[in-house]
């Protein structure tokens, strides 16, 4: 069944672990005996919520979301949130922080400009979001709402490696693209959200982890689906959530939790990066233009300075077995996607291919 497919590296949609595909294709049309399949079922039904509560039980127990926290299972994506956070949280003092380091960090940045006052704390502009600024490079203001940060950059292969220091000022950060990959202290944030189509689930479903008392003091203005009072008391179910994609999340934390979970997860991708930015490194070719110390373990960016030389290796790696290993159209090059669920073979398999490319031409 499995054997034909292919190792892709796409930034998102990514691959899901196969063991994932092959139960939920064994349980397609009839759920553990309800005679019918997950799309198919009322979302209060009792079936239903026992797919949803262990989904949400298993989310907490893996990432050590502590008492107080809430953890929503949200639609909309994670661009949705770039609206909903500054809706929910400006209302504090009117102000907030922003960190700019890659392409969603500053969509929302221009989007929190709508509901308030919005600074600028830290760029990494000035060198092609190659890097991420340290923590005494952050213009941090004491009365802030809150500061807001992407902790890996998807399209530019950055990823901080640090929890920024904000003293009393709640961070809210974009986990999208690296969430379940390392270990978080989820006390030190005030909401973390992501997308669940990178390292979780089908697109569709958006995973909110949020410190409950931040919730209802919301812009008089904001909608009701983007309050996440609303989606607290409701326990997400205000109305129809994303019901299949809360049930595949369910299968991938059954199979993150046979990999050891988060930690163990941690040393494979760790294992995935580093040997793949080696053999960038030590390459004549090819290189790496992002900052050692601030490489994402997630999206490993790369390329020739030709780019003909590149179009030459992105048709030659189609042939070879491997897909959406071209660069995001706004950078060039070329991007290796390696979340969770891309094997360790597919990163060596990848490795061998860039070696011989690298001595053929
Ligand atoms: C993919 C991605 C997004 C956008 O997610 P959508 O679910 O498509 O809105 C936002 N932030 C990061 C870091 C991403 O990788």
Request: no cysteine.
């Given at each position: 069944m499995g054997n034909q497919r292919v190792y892709n590296f796409s930034a998102g949609p990514s691959m899901l672990p196969l063991e994932v595909l092959e139960r939920a294709g064994a349980e397609i049309t009839n759920y553990q005996g309800s005679g019918m399949s997950v799309m198919e079922m009322s979302h209060r039904s009792k079936v239903f919520q026992k797919i949803f509560d262990d989904a949400q039980a298993k989310f907490r127990k893996l990432f050590q979301v502590p008492e107080g926290y809430k953890v929503l299972f949200l639609q909309?994506?994670?661009?949705t949130q770039f609206s909903m956070a500054p809706l929910n949280?400006?209302?504090?003092?009117?102000k907030a922080d922003y960190a700019v380091t890659g392409n969603f960090s500053n969509i929302a940045y221009k989007e929190a400009k709508k509901y308030g006052e919005i600074s600028l704390a830290a760029s990494s502009a000035d060198r092609n979001h190659t890097y991420i600024p340290a923590q005494d490079q952050l213009k941090l203001d004491p009365e802030a709402s809150y500061f807001y940060y992407c902790a890996n950059n998807t399209i530019y292969g950055t990823e901080w490696q640090y929890v920024p220091e904000t003293g009393s000022v709640p961070l809210v950060c974009?986990?999208?693209?690296?969430?379940?990959s390392r270990p978080v202290?989820?006390?030190?944030?005030g909401i973390i959200f992501a997308?669940?189509?990178?390292?979780?689930?089908?697109?569709?479903l958006t995973v909110v982890i949020i410190?409950?008392?931040?919730?209802?003091?919301?812009?008089?203005?904001?909608p009701l689906m983007m309050n996440y009072k609303t989606m607290i008391e409701k326990d997400s179910m205000y109305n129809t959530p994303p019901c299949w994609c809360i049930y595949i999340l369910g299968l991938v934390l059954d199979w993150l939790e046979s990999k050891g979970g988060v930690p163990g997860m941690e040393k494979i991708k760790h294992g995935k990066a580093q040997m793949l930015y080696d053999v960038i490194d030590s390459s004549r070719l090819f290189h790496c233009a992002v900052e050692p110390g601030s490489r994402s373990d997630m999206n490993v960016v790369f390329r020739t300075g030709n780019e003909e030389l590149d179009a030459k290796f992105v048709a030659e790696s189609i042939e070879a077995g491997f897909t959406n290993l071209k660069g995001h159209r706004s950078v060039g090059g070329m991007r290796a996607s390696i979340y969770n669920a891309m094997p360790v073979e597919g990163v060596e398999k990848l490795c061998d291919f860039i070696q011989k490319f690298d001595k053929a031409n």
């Open positions: 909309g994506g994670a661009s949280l400006i209302g504090a003092t009117g974009d986990m999208s693209s690296d969430i379940l202290d989820v006390s030190k944030y997308g669940a189509q990178k390292n979780m689930a089908p697109a569709g410190k409950e008392e931040l919730a209802g003091h919301e812009l008089p203005y904001t």
